[in-house]
């Protein structure tokens, strides 16, 4: 979706410009494919795109400065669950919260930078350091979830499955608990605890 995105942003449309999007795998295997010819562009994370441009590789474009509305992650529940597991789904959420605040934490940033350098097998310093500043310009320090890119999201995805056009991306949002965490002051606590601004 990030590469249909980033199409239209440079007004292309993959049927009428006769491009081809295919899922080839994690972004090592992407890269690579890209380094051997065997794909001609591809989205990556800007530790990848970093490293590719330094090897002489133009970007397009850089999707997390265009400000498109997406949502690339959250938690999904069914409604009927968070109605009789509304303790368990708040939890959950405080968890991902405290996942975002370690990783944003300037104490922290050793330990980020190091599983940014394993997990995404980038062995240049330099490149681990871009992509942890990447991720605390990138990152939502409040997650709520966007109607917008919602939208945006079913758009791409009724191309493929008509049947997504009649969802309401507003019947799909429940922002109740991440706005009572965050009325509370349970989020700026959380983010003061770990050193975040």
Do not use: C
């Amino acid at each position: 979706m990030a590469a249909m995105l980033g199409l239209e942003h440079l007004g292309l449309d993959s049927r009428r410009d006769d491009i081809q999007v295919v899922a080839a795998g994690d972004q090592t295997m992407l890269s690579q494919a890209l380094e051997k010819g065997s794909i001609d562009a591809t989205v990556v994370d800007s530790a990848f795109s970093n490293d590719l441009k330094q090897r002489g590789f133009p970007t397009l474009v850089e999707l997390s400065k265009t400000n498109i509305p997406f949502v690339s992650n959250g938690i999904v529940v069914r409604a009927g669950y968070l109605i009789q597991q509304p303790d368990a789904a708040r939890n959950a959420l405080k968890a991902w919260l405290e996942g975002v605040a370690y990783a944003l934490s300037p104490r922290m940033k050793p330990a980020v930078i190091e599983t940014i350098t394993r997990r995404l097998k980038v062995s240049n310093p330099a490149l681990a350091e871009q992509g942890y500043q990447d991720l605390l310009r990138a990152t939502d320090r409040k997650p709520y979830p966007s109607v917008e890119g919602l939208n945006n999201v079913q758009r791409l995805m009724k191309q493929r499955n008509p049947a997504v056009a009649d969802l309401k991306a507003e019947s799909l949002i429940d922002a109740k608990l991440i706005q009572e965490l965050d009325k509370s002051g349970y989020i700026d606590q959380l983010y003061g605890a770990y050193g975040v601004k």
